[in-house]
């Protein structure tokens, strides 16, 4: 089955700063890539998303690239603010039934 | 905003007592899903429901595990005995669409289980 690899599982960065969560998955049947941002106490929340037909996609300080050579995919949030500290999942879905979850980055945006 | 519903938000209960946990999902939704999130994981999916049917209960642990969506709506997932291994966020999710690599889940807020 697919195995999601997150890293990193923590990350500080100055408001304003940018911030990169890589993942990386294996079942190179993988087509769809999803970003989940789970707030402290509430549900994970679809942020962005990406197919496996596109390289890179972006929406507002959001954008999202996958290679799928190498197999992985990564998270950018640029000009970062404090309501971005959360807890981020990438997902992969191998077109069948499942969603696999990374196992999380803990965002900090220290103001 | 239409949201997924989950009761109870918090159990905690004593091992080898059983917990139910309920979830609704969004008006429409055919698709119901039940995950695990254990502290500091990503989310595990147990089972998934396509109206009434069972998707996919690969993962569920069928020895102690149960779920049922009867009438294609709202859903309850069963532990029996629990586990101190149980001891974990129980989150339902529902989508539109039938697969998950169609289009978003939408996430209920949870049931957190302590097992003492």
């Known amino acids: 089955g697919e195995n999601v690899e997150q890293h990193p599982s923590t990350l500080s960065v100055q408001e304003g700063d940018s911030a990169v969560i890589k993942c990386t998955y294996s079942?190179?049947?993988?087509?769809?890539f999803p970003w989940y941002k789970q707030e402290l106490g509430k549900r994970p929340q679809l942020i962005i998303d990406i197919r496996s037909n596109v390289g890179e996609k972006k929406d507002q300080r959001i954008a999202v690239t996958l290679n799928k050579t190498a197999k992985h995919f990564s998270l950018h949030i640029t000009e970062t603010q404090p309501e971005d500290s959360a807890v981020y999942f990438c997902a992969a879905s191998d077109g069948a039934n499942n969603l696999f979850f990374g196992t999380g980055t803990r965002l900090t945006v220290i103001p | 905003e239409a949201e997924v519903a989950q009761s109870p938000r918090y159990k905690i209960t004593e091992k080898s007592q059983a917990v139910a946990f309920w979830c609704d999902p969004i008006s429409g939704h055919a698709t119901l899903y039940w995950y695990r999130q254990i502290l500091g994981q990503g989310p595990e999916l147990l089972v998934q429901f396509q109206d009434e049917s069972v998707v996919d209960d690969s993962q569920l642990p069928k020895d102690r595990f149960s779920a049922e969506r009867l009438k294609g709506v709202d859903s309850t997932l069963k532990i029996q005995p629990a586990e101190l291994g149980d001891s974990a966020m129980y989150l339902c999710?529902?989508?539109?669409?039938?697969?998950?690599?169609?289009?978003?889940?939408?996430f209920g807020e949870g049931s957190r289980l302590t097992v003492l």
């Open positions: 999710a529902s989508s539109y669409l039938a697969a998950a690599n169609t289009g978003e889940l939408f």
């Open positions: 079942d190179s049947a993988s087509n769809y």
